[in-house]
């Protein structure tokens, strides 16, 4: 019986290594230009899920009035169309991050179907291992709240904060 556990150890232990040497020696290119490694997406979404936990459930302390809208678009502005995009058009500052920023604002979908607790999840905390910063020492937790508002309700918001929003660039 010993010997059968000591070589289910060695066995992962040879795993491992061999998993090691080849990370280490070349066999994994790093740049942004090339295809996820097999199940890197899944084990990231996975763990992006599981850290927003029950965060997801929270509900915002503001409402998603005209006022609160307007000061997330003026956030926005400031802080997020570089990486996000404008209305109606993706950022082209941010196509050499890995992963791809997604765009936020119409025509796409962003996180519109998101959770408003998970957007304020994600604002405050930020990514690991991608290109979104945490804005919890540069926002406070109620703009916080207000661009993440702005986010959730990107596909029904009233013209007075379409119009503020950055417009598109002509080409």
Same mark, same amino acid.
């Given at each position: 019986?010993?010997?059968?556990?000591?070589?289910?150890?060695v066995?992962?232990?040879?795993?491992?290594?061999?998993?090691?040497?080849f990370?280490?020696?070349?066999?994994?290119?790093?740049?942004t230009?090339?295809? +996820?490694? !097999? $199940?890197?997406?899944?084990? #990231?979404?996975?763990?992006?899920? *599981?850290? /927003?936990?029950?965060? @997801?459930?929270? +509900?915002? !302390? $503001?409402?998603?009035?005209? #006022?609160?809208?307007?000061?997330g *678009?003026? /956030?926005?502005?400031? @802080?997020?169309?570089?990486?996000?995009?404008?209305?109606?058009? #993706?950022?082209?500052?941010?196509?050499?991050?890995?992963?791809?920023p997604?765009?936020l604002?119409?025509?796409?979908e962003?996180?519109?179907?998101?959770?408003?607790?998970?957007?304020?999840?994600?604002?405050?905390?930020?990514?690991?291992?991608?290109?979104?910063?945490?804005?919890?020492h540069?926002?406070?937790?109620?703009?916080?709240w207000?661009?993440?508002?702005?986010?959730r309700?990107?596909?029904?918001l009233?013209?007075s904060?379409?119009?503020?929003?950055?417009?598109?660039?002509?080409?």
């Amino acid at each position: 019986m010993i010997k059968f556990f000591l070589g289910i150890v060695v066995g992962i232990g040879l795993v491992l290594l061999a998993s090691y040497l080849f990370m280490t020696r070349g066999g994994v290119f790093m740049g942004t230009d090339t295809k +996820p490694l !097999p $199940l890197e997406e899944t084990i #990231a979404g996975a763990a992006i899920t *599981a850290s /927003i936990g029950k965060s @997801a459930d929270d +509900p915002s !302390p $503001l409402p998603a009035d005209e #006022a609160n809208l307007l000061a997330g *678009a003026v /956030i926005y502005t400031g @802080a997020c169309v570089g990486c996000h995009g404008r209305l109606d058009q #993706a950022s082209s500052g941010a196509k050499g991050f890995y992963p791809v920023p997604p765009h936020l604002l119409p025509p796409g979908e962003g996180v519109t179907d998101d959770p408003v607790g998970a957007i304020h999840w994600v604002v405050k905390n930020g990514v690991r291992f991608s290109a979104m910063p945490s804005f919890n020492h540069k926002l406070s937790d109620s703009e916080i709240w207000q661009v993440s508002l702005l986010l959730r309700n990107a596909d029904k918001l009233p013209a007075s904060v379409r119009d503020s929003l950055p417009q598109p660039q002509k080409q």
